[in-house]
């Protein structure tokens, strides 16, 4: 078989890049590890910026985003049972939007004419530093190969596209912090009509939502916390405690519908082009979920990159693909240093003891008293421009 673009990885990075790909008259196949139930099993990002809804837009799949993302004016932070709200439509005239990764990537499989290939084994990217690259994958015991210009590693931080690339042609930046966050989707009205980011000497806690009838919470726990620890009492318990009690007291609590723990990272490998090898969204960086970037930042990489491998494909110009990493990088680094800034602020970080904690008061106090802080804070926030 032959294509243009072999993607690897049908998350919402790849799906996204082969529907943009497809709307331009570019062939692509994508290779997907799991099985699509499995991948729209995954809950995971909520906030969506307005690149993002744009590039839906562009993929002509967002008329259920339209119908059902819930547009959000502002965030409210509390420190310690104090509270502020960044309100980002008085600030800067912007607004972010409530939906989903889950429903994302169900409108973008739903839009793709084209066959994703589900539950390719063993996915190989071969020859990228020459001119003829292919991949190869198993499938019911049978190894298959795919011939193409060019192959996209959109398969997430542990996927095999940034493995494939030899160690000494990269360089990883990379934190870890000692905490993850614990989640919890539950179908209960939302405690707060806009997202709550709350900081407690116990730790942090997140409300969030998915729909009017649909709230997704989060409290930090440390690295190695085992999930069956959590039943549903002692995380709605512990939810309490670290929220204001005016909002604590609008909480309404039900069982789970899914509890899971992501750790927290923050990761960059750089470059991004190997070849005809370019890698992006998580398979390329990670940042800790407290900026709501991920998701975000994988869709603006995509952005770049499929405009990149259409001009190389129809215009036969490498302008677009000479370019893709320092461009994309330069965003990415910015993110990074966001998500870095709000974890940094909301966290407790054991180890930094009484004079961490002070300095993270003092930051919060700046920002409730500083019009320019908080311009900052919704700017990056609802989306830095490309
Ligand atoms: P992914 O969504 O990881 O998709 C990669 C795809 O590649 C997957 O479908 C995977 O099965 C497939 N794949 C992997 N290896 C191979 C292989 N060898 N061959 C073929 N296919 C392969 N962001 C937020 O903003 N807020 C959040 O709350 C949040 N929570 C998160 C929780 C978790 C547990 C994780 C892991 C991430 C979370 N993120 C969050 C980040 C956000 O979800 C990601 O940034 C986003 O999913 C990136 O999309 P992607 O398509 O690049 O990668
Ligand atoms: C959600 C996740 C985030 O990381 C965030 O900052 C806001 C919302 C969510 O899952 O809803």
């Known amino acids: 078989m032959r294509t243009n673009v072999v993607i690897i990885g049908a998350g919402p990075a790849g799906l996204m890049l082969g529907r943009l790909l497809e709307l331009a008259g570019v062939d692509a196949v994508i290779l997907e590890r799991k099985n699509p139930?499995?991948?729209?099993?995954?809950?995971?990002?909520?906030?969506?910026?307005?690149?993002t809804i744009d590039l839906m837009d562009r993929a002509e799949a967002s008329t259920r985003l339209h119908a059902e993302g819930l547009i959000h004016h502002g965030i409210d932070f509390s420190f310690d049972g104090d509270r502020?709200?960044?309100?980002?439509?008085?600030?800067?005239?912007r607004h972010v939007m409530v939906y989903g990764q889950t429903e994302v990537t169900r409108d973008l499989m739903n839009a793709r004419k084209a066959p994703t290939i589900y539950e390719a084994e063993d996915v190989e990217p071969h020859d990228f530093d020459g001119k003829s690259p292919y991949v190869t994958y198993k499938q019911g015991g049978t190894t298959h190969r795919i011939d193409c210009d060019y192959i996209a590693g959109c398969d997430g931080f542990r996927g095999v596209s940034r493995q494939s690339v030899p160690q000494s042609a990269l360089t990883l930046y990379e934190r870890t912090y000692p905490f993850g966050w614990l989640g919890i989707l539950v179908d209960k009205p939302p405690v707060a009509g806009e997202l709550v980011y709350a900081h407690h000497e116990r730790g942090f806690a997140l409300c969030s939502q998915r729909s009017p009838t649909r709230s997704r919470y989060y409290v930090q726990v440390p690295v190695d916390e085992n999930?069956?620890?959590?039943?549903?009492t002692r995380f709605w318990d512990e939810l309490r405690l670290r929220l204001s009690p005016e909002t604590a007291e609008n909480l309404q609590t039900g069982p789970s519908i899914e509890k899971?723990?992501?750790?927290?990272?923050?990761?960059?490998?750089?470059?991004?082009r190997f070849g005809r090898l370019f890698l992006a969204g998580d398979a390329a960086h990670i940042v800790p979920p407290t900026g709501a970037k991920g998701l975000n930042?994988?869709?603006?990489?995509?952005?770049?990159?499929?405009?990149?491998?259409?001009?190389?494909?129809?215009?036969?110009?490498?302008?677009?693909?000479?370019?893709?990493?320092?461009?994309?990088?330069?965003?990415?680094?910015?993110?990074?240093?966001?998500?870095?800034?709000?974890?940094?602020?909301?966290?407790?970080f054991p180890e930094t003891g009484a004079f961490g904690r002070r300095i993270q008061r003092s930051e919060f106090d700046y920002l409730c008293g500083s019009q320019a802080a908080q311009q900052s804070l919704a700017e990056n926030y609802t989306g830095l421009p490309s």
């Not at 139930?37 to 690149?51: K, S, T």
């Open 37 to 51: 139930d499995y991948v729209l099993g995954r809950i995971r990002a909520g906030v969506l910026e307005q690149g």
């Open 84 to 93: 502020q709200r960044i309100d980002f439509s008085a600030l800067i005239g």
């Open 227 to 232: 999930v069956e620890a959590w039943s549903d």
């Open 260 to 272: 899971s723990i992501a750790p927290l990272r923050s990761f960059v490998a750089e470059p991004l």
């Open 297 to 348: 930042l994988a869709m603006s990489d995509v952005a770049t990159l499929a405009d990149a491998l259409i001009e190389a494909t129809i215009e036969k110009s490498n302008a677009g693909v000479n370019a893709y990493s320092a461009k994309v990088l330069q965003r990415i680094w910015k993110a990074e240093r966001f998500s870095w800034w709000m974890t940094s602020l909301l966290h407790t």
